[in-house]
């Protein structure tokens, strides 16, 4: 089974606002090839959680075969879910948080869920707008997403 490291970051300007630009940044290692991949994308009208899961959902599917994979990300939203087993209890729950209780982005986190199956699946937070080359690389990926959306506009 192939080994490869994965960092994501989904960022959102005017986060929470009815008009607002999003965006994901993903870096894919492939240590064995000594071969790195890089993707970006722009969104409208989203949010920061929404992307962070899209960047992580759009990394694993970029797969294109069962993989040993660690995956870093600064989000302690997407991290927490499978290191701390939220994911599991909502998975028990109906996806849903309480006994009803919405769960927020429930698609996205049944989509992700159904990807870490088909994977061996290890999370990582890394801290944001550190010294983490990658995560940083990631961080640029987003602005970089973003800027070419607004030229667009």
Same mark, same amino acid.
């Given at each position: ?13 005017? #986060?929470? #606002? ?13 240590? /064995?090839?000594?071969?790195?991949? /890089? =993707? ?24 294109? @075969? ?10 302690? =939203? ?7 087993? !939220?994911?599991?209890? !909502?998975?028990?729950?109906? !996806? ?8 927020? #982005?429930?698609?996205?986190?049944? /989509? ?6 088909? %994977? ?8 944001? %707008? ?9 961080? @640029?990926?987003? #602005? ?10």
């Amino acid at each position: 089974m192939k080994k490869i490291i994965m960092y994501t970051d989904g960022g959102c300007r005017d #986060n929470g #606002n009815d008009i607002n630009l999003g965006a994901i940044g993903i870096v894919l290692i492939y240590p /064995e090839k000594k071969y790195k991949k /890089e =993707y970006k994308k722009g969104f409208k009208n989203t949010t920061n959680n929404k992307m962070e899961l899209l960047a992580v959902i759009t990394g694993l599917k970029m797969l294109k @075969e069962p993989c040993e994979i660690t995956i870093y990300s600064d989000s302690a =939203y997407v991290v927490n879910a499978f290191q701390q087993k !939220w994911i599991d209890s !909502w998975r028990k729950k109906g !996806w849903k948080r309480g006994k009803d209780k919405e769960l927020k #982005n429930k698609k996205l986190w049944m /989509e992700l869920y159904q990807l870490t199956q088909i %994977h061996q699946v290890e999370f990582r937070k890394v801290k944001g %707008h550190a010294q983490d080359e990658y995560n940083n690389r990631c961080d @640029e990926l987003v #602005n970089l997403a973003m800027d070419e959306m607004n030229k667009r506009e």
